[in-house]
């Protein structure tokens, strides 16, 4: 039965919180990780890589917003510290330099976590019939797997 977050049991509503924290955690992380590959690659890919990662750290910092809007939504509460989100995250900071190919592969596995957290954070909604979160997870989770696919094309 399709639910309203105020609607779900205190259970689902935890369950489905923590979940979005988690992915509220790995995008935050991300974000930072893409705008520091922004700051810093250089090569002859400068151009598009620059382009894309900026593109990347726009795109996340606004799904933060709305991922963090859910748990909000959930009447539950939205870690936002850092040192909650590098603690919780299973993405990590890259440290250093990198060069453009390391940078690559490095936003790809984030991309690639990023779709996997957030399809089973989907999973777990639609096992509670929140389908309003289950709807952002998707789309969240299309995205993360199409800028997957942009830096895998790079790699080719």
Known sequence: MTQTAMSLDTDA????AEALNQSVAETAVTTMLAQNFHWNVTGMAFGPLHELFQKIYEDHFEAQD??????????A???GTLSGMLNRSKVNEFEGTASDKEMIKTMLDAQETLAATLAGCGELAANHGD???EDLCIAR???HEKFAWFLRSHLS
């Open 131 to 133: 389908t309003l979160t």
């Open 77 to 79: 509460h939205a870690d």
């Open 141 to 143: 989770g299309q995205t």
């Open 66 to 75: 709305d991922l963090a809007e859910r748990v909000k939504a959930l009447d």
């Open 13 to 16: 509503k935890s369950a489905i």
